[in-house]
């Protein structure tokens, strides 16, 4: 009894590390909370407080991010802005982060492609930048490849950073973080150009815009968010000319109203008379005035309108000329009007765990009367976190029923519960095997050891990972092999109690020992394979090995912990024996 005690701490550890020590502990608070003892006061407490702190949980994201080698960076002027002013800002941001050294090309378009698809106003700049690889071409002299980066610069965070810096022109927002494969998905899942964004809905656009604006400023005092990359959108921020047309004026000037409108069709817009054909392609030809006719109010109010009676009416004469604001761009979803608010996390924290704590701030400052919904309207989270929420409804399914297979399939092999239970505990040992290495990979101490010159932190890629569903998957895989040597070992004491059929406790053990003795080395064979095949995956480099080294850790992790089955299968074997024999015995008397 007092060996179990080992795999059991391991399970609370593990435990302890997936969820958290507070949520551990909560059935234990929740009991002293019913006399009069509050959670909050429990977890001031110094032991309780410090491994609180050193134990948060394990954040949760839908999946690691991949590194494309490349940025998409979208910042956005202020809706007034002209063609001429956002082209000036697109020529400055792409010179100066063209001369970061790590940059190895930049990119930049602005406006839109006429197409229905393609909704991006004048003001939304789109920058694709490359970024040089961290080491070179291996040189044929030394052998060894260059480091292309600067000291300072350790991961491409630190590059995103410099084209932060780099892309600060006065006038234009800052940019979450993104990728052009990512942003591209990301928009299609939710329409918005950043991975988690805020969406408003409502009746009314000014409505919209005021609430986008009071959440963009909470939205900044929650600690896991980057402030700088909190951008509500400036719904009603476009200047139109409106012309109002005077009808009683009209009539007393002789003037027709689609006269009016057709002067103005005709000065500011342009009016399309035919098509010239050159060969195989098309061009409209149209009808404006030149642009120092049409470009202030003063000169509009100038141009002349034909009456009835032959004579030049002036525009102001029969109409008003004035600038208002209106929207830049309508968007409806769910039969509502909807306005964004876009943010990102900051790099060390997980994607669900910054929702959760906005979705709380938020609804704090709603409660205590400083965020003010009008009625009809509400607003939503939206992004990468509805993929990890869907994720989670299907993983909720898959891996109770994958445990229960295996229960199933153990249960056909041994016919008895009681050594099912006994092998199937492996796969729990494995499961909090996992935990441990994940938590391990993410202190800057374990491994922080010398080899030839690195590390091997830097070798094995050691960093803080997030659970997603690349390390879910691995944890299926490791379901599936953890039993392994529960079942060898199992197997052979079955066998090897029906040949020696011991009689006493002495001979019970006896065996046990001989048939574990036995299987000691198929079942470090079986480990070591797995733990060796996996470790070119878990020091590989570049493309793909974002989604690789999650879903390898946790195979890797339980199968070391789970070597414990060699003694906990015999042990527990033995007791179960130890228990039939004392039974028999009693009946017997």
Known sequence: KLFFMIPLSIVVFGMVIWLGFAKVISPLTGALSKIGIKESAILRIWPASALNHAFPGIGKEFMPPLDEGSYLFMPTTMPHASIGEVLDVL?????????????????????????????????????????KPEFGEKDPKTGRRPRLWREHIKTPDDIWREILKAGEVPGTTSAPKLQPIAARIVMLQSGMRAPMGVKILGKKLEELEDVGFQIEKFLKEVPGIEASAVIADR?????????NIDREKSARYGVNIQDV?????????????????????????????????????EELQEVLIPSNTGAQIPFSQVATLKFVRGPQVIKSEDTFLVGYVLFDK????????????????????????????PPGTSYKFAGSYENQVRSEKKLAVVLPLSLFIIFLILYFQFKRVSTTILVFSGIIVSFSGGFILIWLYAQEWFFQLPFFGDYFRQLFNMQSYNLSVAVWVGFLALFGIASDDGVVVASYLDQSFKEKKPKTISEVRAATLFAGQRRVRPCL????????????????????SDVMIPMALPAVGGMSIELITLFMVPI??????????????????
């Open 91 to 131: 020529q400055k941001q792409d010179i100066r982060i063209s001369q970061i050294p790590e940059v190895e090309s930049v990119v930049g378009k602005l406006g839109r492609v006429e197409s229905p698809l393609d909704p991006a106003p004048i003001s939304m700049i789109e920058t694709v930048i490359s970024y």
């Open 572 to 589: 527990g074997y033995c007791w179960l024996k130890e228990r039939e024999l004392e039974k028999l015995k009693v009946t017997v008397k």
């Open 346 to 373: 900051k790099s060390d924290v997980a994607d669900v765990d910054v929702v959760n704590a906005a979705t709380n701030y938020l609804q704090s400052k709603i409660d205590s009367g400083e965020l003010l919904l």
């Open 235 to 243: 719904i009603v921020g476009k200047p139109y000319l409106e012309f």
């Open 525 to 544: 064979m079986t480990t070591a394979t797995t733990i060796l095949a996996l470790l070119p995956i878990l020091t590989s480099t570049g493309r793909g």
């Open 261 to 297: 409108q057709n002067v103005v069709e005709v000065a500011i817009g342009g009016m399309k008379l035919t098509t010239t054909v050159e060969g195989r392609e098309r061009y409209p030809v149209r009808v404006r005035y030149p642009r120092e006719l049409r470009d202030s109010i």
